[in-house]
Antibody, heavy 124, light 109 residues
Framework: VQLVESGGGLVQPGGSLRISCTASGFTFDTYWMSWVRQAPGKGLEWVANIKHDGSEKYYADSVKGRFTISRDNAKNSLYLQMNSLRVEDTAVFYC??????????????????WGQGTVVTVSS | EIVLTQSPATLSLSPGERATLSCRSRQSFSDFLAWYQQKPGQAPRLVIYDTSRRATGIPARFSGSGSGTDFTLTISTVEPEDFAVYYCQQRNIWPPRHTFGQGTKLEIK
């Protein structure tokens, strides 16, 4: 069971970046997925999550309207499109496995699998 | 919006001692609460979910308890590998957003 993030890098303020997360070892399309970030020297901040079938998406107020979460279940992949980036968005971004669903019945057992993180730096 | 406050910010203990970490909410909730351990340079690791259930591979010295507005993570006998930062996390039933506490650093005394 593994999550691997990619796509991080250096971007100027106001710029855009898309980061990805590839899952393996579990049935990806039965789980909600989340993005969580951690600014340098700071705590964890939940960013967004997406339902197992992609039909529902939720965002933290700090990124709403600027970030878009999406997924491609055929590719076992999760994405985060980040627009209008700000210096304060600089962080390590982690993808994490969220709630498990069996049809319309869902069961939360925590954010139980995490990737190693990808670093996003917003700076001029 | 749920706000989680963890205390103390830093807990200094010697190996073999008992650790008690607190997570409090301003408003009562009956929803999901979890605890995570994070060591420097590593991703967080789930320790406890659903207030008191140990995650896979977590030793029995870790236990969680609480309800309403007060939750506790207890390490019965701290081992050298337990020194880390611990975060509590709450998930609403609906909308299914997550909130983290600011963390408690468990350091070697």
């Amino acid at each position: 069971v593994q999550l691997v993030e990619s796509g991080g890098g250096l971007v100027q303020p106001g710029g855009s970046l898309r980061i990805s997360c590839t899952a393996s070892g579990f049935t990806f399309d039965t789980y909600w997925m989340s993005w969580v970030r951690q600014a340098p020297g700071k705590g964890l901040e939940w960013v967004a999550n997406i339902k197992h079938d992609g039909s529902e998406k939720y965002y933290a107020d700090s990124v709403k309207g600027r970030f878009t979460i999406s997924r491609d279940n055929a590719k076992n992949s999760l994405y985060l499109q980040m627009n209008s980036l700000r210096v304060e968005d600089t962080a390590v971004f982690y993808c994490a496995r969220d709630t498990r669903c069996d049809g319309e019945s869902c069961y939360s057992e925590g954010l139980d699998i995490w990737g190693q993180g990808t670093v996003v730096t917003v700076s001029s | 919006e749920i706000v989680l406050t963890q205390s103390p910010a830093t807990l200094s203990l010697s190996p073999g001692e008992r650790a008690t970490l607190s997570c409090r909410s301003r408003q009562s909730f009956s929803d999901f609460l979890a605890w995570y351990q994070q060591k420097p340079g590593q991703a967080p690791r789930l320790v406890i979910y659903d207030t008191s259930r140990r995650a896979t591979g977590i030793p029995a010295r870790f236990s969680g308890s609480g309800s309403g507005t007060d939750f506790t993570l207890t390490i019965s006998t701290v081992e050298p590998e337990d020194f880390a930062v611990y975060y509590c996390q709450q998930r609403n039933i609906w909308p299914p957003r997550h909130t983290f506490g600011q963390g408690t650093k468990l350091e070697i005394k």
